[in-house]
């Protein structure tokens, strides 16, 4: 039976490996071969055969260096995918210094801030409907019809308030002796009737008067006010004349669809976050020992799958037992714990998990410097 054997050595050429994606990296070139010696000796050889050829080694070589990428990458998306979110998906961002920025907090605040009336990204409308003279009730989703307003509206605010209570502020004492009406008419004041208590009383007592006589019209008279339910709307107290009533809403459709943003180009998801496959050169010592085990433990897939095509090996006298199942479960727990073993180190990397331990280093130095013995300045 002829079974192709690692033959000892090595020599990588451009070209060897599936994809290409760092065969033109000198490093990588040089590493290569390097990597296919380590597998193999690791693997028994040359006590041991190894069945297997230069190309298997280049294959799990580039597969460990594009998932040690994945790995980082995904990190990286996972710590700054609201930073990045509408960011243009031209330029790669492999070698950015990604900044924290409140783009995607205000983003995920839009909402509140529509339905609080303080901005978001609902358009709110104005409009008006005549009320008539002991006409109480008023259907507003059939003023929205009527305007051809399709989807429906939902209310936001009714401007419907009770006069000032400054304009029916009464004082016997004010006059408009001395000239003083004339001077309060420059000041804009002269159309209410204290004109002279601007001056002559400190504000705090307009306000107290105003108060008094606001809670005075919503304990002995029937306040403005008015009841809005399914955008029926019922207004108190009933309308004595015709007047047109305002009111602020927004068209539900326009808050459905606000959820969806065309942004051709941009960043919309983690699918097109634009970081490509990592440089080999610049992965420092810490990522390549970690691409050479985890390229160890691919070559010992790859052994285990092909002894188990040749479970047996005839020898002259006596069969060999090839170890399939050893090498496969040897391969899989590795791959399993240098996974996660990668991404508990990523995580205690993060902007969160670093953060938490400044924190703890600064409070352990404030304990610390708590016990110094402190000095008495004497001036």
């Known amino acids: ?120 990204n609902i358009e709110w409308y104005r409009g008006s409907i005549p009320l008539t003279a002991s006409v109480q009730d008023y259907d507003l989703s059939q003023w929205a019809t009527s305007n051809n307003i399709t989807g429906g509206i939902e209310i936001k605010r009714i401007f419907h308030d009770g006069p000032p209570a400054v304009t029916r502020f009464y004082d016997p004492y004010a006059g408009t002796g001395l000239g003083t009406q004339n001077l309060m008419d420059s000041f804009g004041f ?65 808050r459905a669809n606000s959820a969806v943003q065309n942004a051709p180009g941009r960043v919309t998801n ?3 976050i634009n970081f490509a496959n990592p440089n080999y050169t610049q992965i420092n010592s810490i990522g390549r020992q970690w691409i050479f085990e985890y390229t160890l433990a691919l070559c010992k897939e790859i052994l285990g799958y092909i002894r188990g095509k040749y479970s047996q090996v005839p020898i002259p006298n006596r069969e060999v037992t090839l170890n399939q199942s050893d090498l496969l479960q040897s391969a899989k727990d590795e791959r399993i714990a240098l996974i996660e073993r990668l991404r508990a180190y990523f995580d205690e990397t993060s902007r969160q998990a670093l953060l938490a331990r400044k924190q703890a280093e600064s409070d352990s130095a404030m304990n610390e410097l708590g016990k110094s013995p402190m000095q008495i300045y004497i001036g």
Not at 218 to 240: G, T, W
Request: net charge negative; charged share 15%.
């Open 1 to 120: 039976m002829n079974i192709p054997i690692y033959p000892g050595s090595s020599s990588f050429f451009p070209g060897n490996t599936p994809f290409g994606f760092y065969d033109n990296d000198y490093q990588f070139q040089v590493d290569a071969d390097k990597v296919v010696t380590f597998c193999a000796r690791r693997l028994g050889y040359p006590i041991m055969e190894v069945e297997l050829q230069d190309i298997n080694f280049y294959t799990a070589f580039e597969e460990a260096i594009t998932t040690y990428g994945n790995e980082l990458y995904a990190f990286q998306v996972r710590d700054n995918l609201l930073n990045v979110l509408g960011a243009s998906t031209a330029s790669v961002l492999n070698h950015s210094l990604l900044t924290p920025t409140m783009a995607g907090v205000i983003k995920l605040t839009q909402q509140y801030a529509a339905e609080a009336g303080a901005g978001g």
């Open 190 to 254: 002269g159309a209410y009737s204290p004109s002279v208590n601007f001056v002559l009383m400190p504000v705090s007592y307009d306000i107290q008067v105003i108060q008094a006589i606001e809670f005075n019209d919503q304990v002995r008279k029937s306040a403005y006010s008015f009841e809005l339910i399914n955008n029926k709307l019922r207004i108190f107290p009933i309308p004595d004349r015709s007047i047109d009533l305002w009111f602020q809403y927004i068209k539900i459709d326009e």
């Open 270 to 272: 983690v699918s097109n």
